[in-house]
């Protein structure tokens, strides 16, 4: 239990740390990594480089202070880095270690205005904090152990199949035979790779592309080409230009909490963007497998009908469904895309469209894609009246902060 004075101090502290937060924790990075490189292993690069990650950890260790007297409130929050933590086989060994230079980081960068009384008072708070995230994580991995396995295991590719001119399937099997998990629709895998020419192993998160129930995993990787390509395209890339069938990779048992709720019935708008498409038809493919019945409209945005995936397998499984109907919008239609007819709607994703889409107001929204477009989505279909905690959606990249607590 911390004490009445240990609680005041770490509050009123709490919006001084927040406002040179990025520089605490960019300094505790740094020094983190000088004394632990094999964190390195851990740690997803391209976010250390885009300074994304020590936003997500500062804000989110800020937050958890400003709630130190109540820090159930964070619970669903915790659940859901601690999920990324546990995919990320993120130890309670690990916890001191990012405590003693998160602490020292702070004495350095504040000077004397870090006092002794704040110090401790903060290195208390961090050891309640983090034994949240402990606890949590601990019974993750047991339940990880008794349903799956407990950290990173060898699969083999058996297949690998173009979705799309940037989207490749990769079919994945236990190289010791054994069946694949269940998981849940919406949950992800982390990859982890030794590039030849890489210090450190690179790991990186993809969704689940396929339903639960199938020989094989199977996850949906987009080529990422752009300016930043060396960080954040070098797994994406290698994965595409250089694993092939019969190469073996290791991944960590599935993970996530943005998943369908299977035991409901009511109707249900799938709504993605890009390669967001990923968990959506893994939620799709469920619903057609276990609820063949349920309502369902599943609306895929895409720039045109070159990167647009799965076309077929979504025409399929709507189809074989009484009560589901597929919408396709592309933002750029090529003339090919005109002449075959490939979509519904051009142009983006707008109220307009989401207007005329959506019938159901109280139906229950999965949405997923880049960010700009979530954001747009999400804020129309409140505007739209559906209630927010109807909406549920899933960023890539690192949860965004915990502002909304
Ligand atoms: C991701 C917070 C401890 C390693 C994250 C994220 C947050 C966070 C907010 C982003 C979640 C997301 O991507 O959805 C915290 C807090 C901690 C803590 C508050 C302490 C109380 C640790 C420890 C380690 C660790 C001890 C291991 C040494 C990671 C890694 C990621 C991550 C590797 C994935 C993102 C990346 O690779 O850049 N953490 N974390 N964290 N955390 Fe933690």
């Given at each position: 239990m911390l004490s009445n004075k240990t609680i005041e101090i770490v509050k009123s502290t709490a919006p001084i740390l927040a406002e040179r937060g990025v520089e605490i924790t960019s300094y505790f990075y740094k020094s983190l990594f000088e004394a632990h490189p094999e964190l390195l292993n851990i740690f997803n690069h391209a976010n250390q480089k885009q300074g994304r990650q020590q936003t997500a950890l500062a804000n989110t260790v800020y937050a958890a202070a400003t709630y130190i007297d109540q820090l159930e409130v964070l619970l669903p929050a915790v659940k859901q880095i601690a999920h990324k933590h546990r995919s990320l086989n993120?130890?309670?060994?690990h916890y001191p270690i990012v405590g003693e230079f998160l602490l020292k980081a702070i004495k350095d960068v504040l000077g004397d205005a870090a006092t002794p009384d704040i110090i401790e008072a903060w290195g208390e708070a961090y050891a309640v904090i983090a034994q949240v995230f402990i606890d949590v994580e601990e019974e993750m991995y047991n339940k990880a152990k008794n349903e799956a396995w407990e950290e990173f295991k060898a699969f083999k590719i058996v297949k690998k199949e173009q979705e799309s001119s940037v989207i490749t399937s990769f079919y994945l099997e236990a190289s010791d035979g054994k069946p694949v998990p269940n998981f849940q629709a919406g949950q992800y895998i982390t990859i982890r790779l030794s590039i030849p020419g890489e210090e450190y192993l690179l790991n990186r998160q993809y969704s689940l592309s396929d339903s639960p129930g199938k020989q094989t995993l199977r996850i949906s990787v987009k080529r990422e080409t752009g300016e930043n390509i060396d960080q954040n395209g070098k797994v994406s890339n290698y994965l595409h230009d250089s694993v092939n069938v019969g190469d073996e990779v290791e991944i960590t048992a599935p993970a996530g909490?943005?998943?369908?709720?299977?035991s409901a019935n009511s109707p249900l708008y799938l709504i993605s963007g890009g390669v967001g498409i990923t968990p959506m038809l893994s939620m799709l493919k469920t619903v057609g497998d276990n609820q063949p019945n349920r309502m369902v409209t599943f609306i895929q945005a895409a720039n045109d009908g070159k990167v647009q995936a799965f076309e077929h397998e979504v025409s399929e499984t709507v189809h074989s469904m009484p009560n589901a109907k597929k919408f396709v919008i592309l933002q750029h239609p090529t003339s090919s895309d005109r002449e075959e007819n490939k979509f519904d709607f051009e142009g983006y994703l707008d109220l307009q469209k989401l207007e005329q889409l959506v019938?159901?107001?109280?139906a229950t929204f999965y949405v997923c894609g880049p960010a700009p477009f979530m954001g747009s989505v999400i804020e129309n279909l409140q505007r739209l009246g559906?209630?927010?905690?109807n909406i549920n959606y899933e960023f890539f990249g690192p949860a965004i902060d915990l502002k909304q607590y």
């Open positions: 993120v130890k309670k060994e909490d943005f998943v369908l709720d299977g019938k159901e107001k109280d559906v209630k927010s905690e």
